[in-house]
């Protein structure tokens, strides 16, 4: 449980910022609105009114979490690979390797199921240290 102390101490979040910067990655992954909505767990009503007005965004804690599942995944893509087509298109490539078993990275997060983000970030964030 979170003290008042705890709370107060807690940084700041800019909610509209945050879901801009979820977004942006996903355009470069090549997303369509259905599966933003989905991976960020956005029902389409507010993900349509979020992209019109960042200032209305208000994201729950859940929303909070995938958006930074995102960004780690993002991160641990641009310390593996220096190239542009392979940081951006990773995501969309059929990967063969255990757990992927011929699936995109995108398809399986695609679902919207937390567990599948955690697990696609848990084997990107591998390959930062070649355990792949």
Known sequence: MTTVAEAQDAPSINHGAAFKM???ILDKWGCSAAQKQAILGIPKSSFHRYQKDASTVSLSSDQLERLSYLANIHQALRMVFSNPDNVYG???????????NGRTPLSIISTGNFGA???VFKRIDSMRSGQW
């Open 22 to 24: 979820g977004n942006n």
């Open 90 to 100: 990773f995501m969309a490539m059929v990967n063969h390797n255990p757990y992927f």
């Open 117 to 119: 983000l955690y697990e």
